[in-house]
């Protein structure tokens, strides 16, 4: 078997070049007619098609500088795009359109009633076209129509009367406006001074100088206090567990001599020590003297001193713990007491600083709406001057047009005829790949090495019966599917492996593609000319007993392997088909195991020396490893895969696996393939014999 990359992908839209010349060719006249057909019609679409002129006139803007008044109504608008921008959308305005309606109504009305249009500021705006001229501070305007004198008027019309437009529009709102802003100037200001002597006494009031210091202060006063607490919350912490000690130990000396704070004491140390000392000596005076001779008793004195020194020093260093044990607490309700008051006293410097943000944010509120208003006070005093200049200046006025912008005809009618030969270049491919889709499954099959044996096209059947396995039937239909069945039957004989294996193992890759039917219809063809034995292999599901109308779980296979009956009892004949039937038999519990039984192999090989071909039903091969058992006795595997059932993509994957995990497939034989008019040769082949 071939070893090919995991990674593939079928090539689905590409066909050999030759092939497509000739698929081209073939339908040459298909193609002809339809470019024909698109070039005929998109020329008589193209004929009907008005002719549209343009005119066009060029006109400058006026900025700041030459003081537009218009511009200047936008607060901050001082960039000439915004001011290009501006006049544009005013040129653009439904109220400007109708205007300019109302000055061309008698042209207007002559002309758009001789051409039946309708002429209304819809009309207009959908004509007309402004642009901005790059790196300048003009604007084309521009307007199309199908009369060029009336073009050429529109476009002057726009440019001479959108200044007087300008000028009407802002006249009525400007005297208005300017009382307005002096009288908001003046109660900004009263707010602004009124705001600032509330900040003046509350700086009074408050004691105020700087109150982001003091809030910083107080935050820094109050951390230095959580430090000092946590300090003394572990020294009495230790304290606790030093008392805990002693009080375990209980006045024993020996068990608070075990405490290391105790005994780490440099007094005790040295008493110890000496002791220590004391005890050697007296060690040395037992080997020379008795108990009762003056140096043993003298030493022995010392001893008893030095232990009650020991413990007199051990409870000046207890009293030493417990005193200090009570400076703590007493220490850490003091700093409790100080991080109370630190904590009121910062809740009160962030009200204040609170309160003193207040004031400041409207003081500048009041300082940025005073400066706005200021700024709107400039914009009214130049609007009264609006009279003084015009908002654009003609530069290069509209001319009647001589030739019309559109449509190109010639340019229209090469498209038309380009479109028309890609149409129908498109609709031949579009065809041939619908009408041959099961090319796509063979190439994925023949990318791994699997051999396509045969296709059976899809039978139409009706009535309770259609979930069954096909047996028999009539019409053309079923004939072809009978001529595609022999077709399989004759590759077999003629492929030099296929035709050596007596045993043919029919298996797919999920549940209901067809299997069962193709079983049944090659044991049928192979009867015509062989002895053939068809076995139900598939102990999960049987539906062979079924479609020859026999009980589904009569004595068969699993009662052979588990020697319940004999094989005369379990095999049978059916007469439609003109083969022996070996049943599924009784269901068992695991399938599994019944096939890979030694007695099963043997069974197989016994039958191959009665009969010429034995046909088994495998179950699906990637729902259980049932197939893959089988297939080691047969030496390989038929698969039926049904190509309306499965999408390319989900037999590449499947494919696949089986490729990754070494599965010898004989063959596949593609299910339910559309079948062209070719096929009905054989239905009148048939009548005709």
């Given at each position: 078997m071939l070893q090919q990359e995991s990674n593939f992908k079928p090539i689905d839209d590409e066909i050999d070049l030759s092939d497509l010349i000739s698929l081209f060719w073939m339908k040459k006249w298909f193609i002809l007619i339809v470019t024909f057909s698109t070039f005929v019609a998109g020329f008589v679409v193209i004929d009907e098609m008005p002719e549209v002129y343009t005119a066009s006139t060029t006109v400058m803007v006026k900025g700041d500088k030459a003081s537009n008044p218009l511009q200047s109504i936008m607060s901050g608008a001082s960039s000439s795009n915004e001011e290009l921008d501006t006049t544009i959308k005013l040129l653009k305005s439904k109220q400007f359109a109708k205007e300019i309606i109302l000055l061309l109504d008698d042209t207007s009305a002559l002309l758009h009633a001789s051409s039946q249009q309708k002429w209304d500021e819809v009309q207009l705006l959908k004509n007309l076209k402004i642009s901005t001229v790059s790196r300048t501070n003009m604007l084309e305007i521009s307007y199309e129509s199908e009369f060029p004198s009336f073009t050429a008027l529109v476009v002057n019309t726009i440019a001479n009367n959108f200044v007087s437009y300008q000028a009407n529009l802002m006249r009525h709102d400007n005297e208005k406006s300017g009382d307005w802003i002096n009288s908001k100037i003046e109660d900004v200001k009263n707010k602004l001074l009124q705001e600032e002597d509330?900040?003046?006494?509350?700086?009074?009031?408050?004691?105020?100088?700087?109150?982001?210091?003091?809030?910083?202060?107080?935050?820094l006063e109050i951390s230095q206090l959580y430090k000092e607490l946590r300090l003394l919350k572990l020294e009495h912490e230790k304290l606790n567990?030093?008392?805990?000690?002693?009080?375990?130990?209980?006045?024993?000396?020996?068990?608070?001599?075990?405490?290391?704070?105790v005994a780490n004491s440099k007094m005790i140390i040295l008493l110890t020590q000496q002791e220590s000392t004391q005890q050697a000596k007296l060690s040395q005076i037992k080997l020379r003297y008795l108990h009762k001779h003056p140096k043993y008793q003298a030493i022995e004195n010392k001893i008893f001193d030095t232990k009650a020194q020991i413990k007199s020093e051990i409870k000046t260093v207890i009293n030493k713990y417990t005193i200090r044990m009570d400076e703590v607490e007493h220490l850490i309700k003091a700093i409790n007491l100080k991080i109370q008051k630190a904590n009121e006293k910062l809740e009160l410097a962030i009200t204040k600083r609170i309160n003193f943000d207040k004031i400041k944010r409207n003081i500048d509120a009041n300082i940025a709406l005073l400066a706005s208003i200021t700024a709107k006070q400039k914009e009214a005093e130049l609007l009264n001057d609006i009279n003084r200049g015009g908002g654009i200046i003609v530069v290069d006025p509209a001319v009647t047009p001589r030739h019309p912008i559109k449509p190109k005809k010639a340019l229209l009618s090469v498209l038309s005829l380009v479109m028309g030969f890609m149409l129908s270049v498109l609709l031949v491919i579009i065809l041939h790949f619908f009408a041959d889709a099961h090319r796509k499954f063979r190439q994925i099959a023949h990318h791994y090495g699997y051999k396509v044996i045969?296709?059976?096209?899809?039978?139409?059947?009706?009535?309770?019966?259609?979930?069954?396995?096909?047996?028999?039937?009539?019409?053309?239909?079923?004939?072809?599917?009978?001529?595609?069945?022999?077709?399989?039957?004759?590759?077999?004989?003629?492929?030099r492996e296929l035709n050596k294996q007596k045993l043919i193992a029919v298996s797919s890759l999920t549940p209901n593609e067809g299997k069962s039917s193709t079983c049944l219809q090659l044991a049928k063809s192979f009867s015509e000319l062989e002895n053939v034995i068809i076995i139900d292999a598939d102990l999960r599901d049987p539906s062979i007993a079924v479609a020859l109308n026999e009980p589904r779980h009569r004595p068969g296979l699993t009662n052979i392997l588990a020697q319940t009956h004999t094989f005369d009892e379990c095999i049978f004949k059916d007469e439609n088909i003109n083969v022996d039937v070996l049943a599924s038999g009784l269901r068992p519990m695991n399938p599994l195991l019944f096939l890979s039984?030694?007695?099963?192999?043997?069974?197989?090989?016994?039958?191959?020396?009665?009969?010429?071909?034995?046909?088994?039903?495998?179950?699906?091969?990637?729902?259980?490893?049932?197939a893959l058992m089988i297939s080691k006795h047969v030496g390989g595997l038929i698969l039926v895969v049904d190509i309306q059932k499965n999408s390319v993509a989900k037999v590449n994957h499947d494919l696949e696996l089986l490729n990754q995990s070494d599965t010898k497939i004989n063959g596949v034989i593609l299910n339910r393939v559309k079948y062209d008019k070719q096929n009905y040769y054989y239905g009148s082949t048939k009548r005709a014999y």
């Open positions: 509330n900040l003046k006494q509350y700086r009074a009031k408050n004691n105020v100088v700087d109150i982001t210091s003091l809030v910083e202060l107080s935050k567990r030093i008392g805990n000690k002693l009080l375990f130990a209980n006045s024993n000396h020996e068990q608070i001599m075990n405490i290391f704070e045969g296709e059976i096209p899809k039978v139409k059947r009706r009535g309770k019966n259609k979930s069954l396995p096909i047996i028999s039937g009539n019409g053309k239909q079923f004939e072809i599917y009978e001529e595609c069945i022999r077709s399989i039957r004759t590759k077999i004989y003629l492929d039984m030694k007695r099963f192999e043997n069974l197989l090989k016994a039958l191959q020396n009665k009969y010429d071909r034995v046909i088994l039903e495998c179950p699906p091969i990637l729902s259980v490893s049932d």
